[in-house]
């Protein structure tokens, strides 16, 4: 069993496109509350909307935190997606 990572951390900026800056914006509004207040006890996420893409920043301690943090990134903006599908 290894006792410890060879990793120190894992750093990673996802960008998703959206068809257009409208859309992105609605996702970016829906979501910069969940990524403003997600606790950070070993990795952090921040978020920045650049025209039609979301740009997601993620700085984890290892690849656990990593990967959660990818998760809940990937399941708030489906979700916000859904719902505004609903709407429209």
């Known amino acids: 069993m290894i006792d410890e990572s ?34 950070d006890f070993r990795s952090s996420m921040t978020i920045d909307l650049d025209e039609s893409n979301i740009i997601i920043n993620i700085d984890a301690e290892d690849s656990t935190s990593f990967r ?16 505004n599908d609903l709407t429209n």
Do not use: G, H, M
Request: avoid cysteine.
């Open 6 to 39: 060879p990793l120190e951390r894992v750093r990673s900026n996802i960008v998703i496109e959206f068809e257009d800056n409208a859309q992105a914006k609605i996702i970016y509004d829906s979501i910069i509350l969940e990524f403003s207040t997600a606790p």
């Open 68 to 83: 959660a943090s990818v998760n809940s990134a990937i399941k708030w903006i489906k979700l916000a997606l859904e719902i």
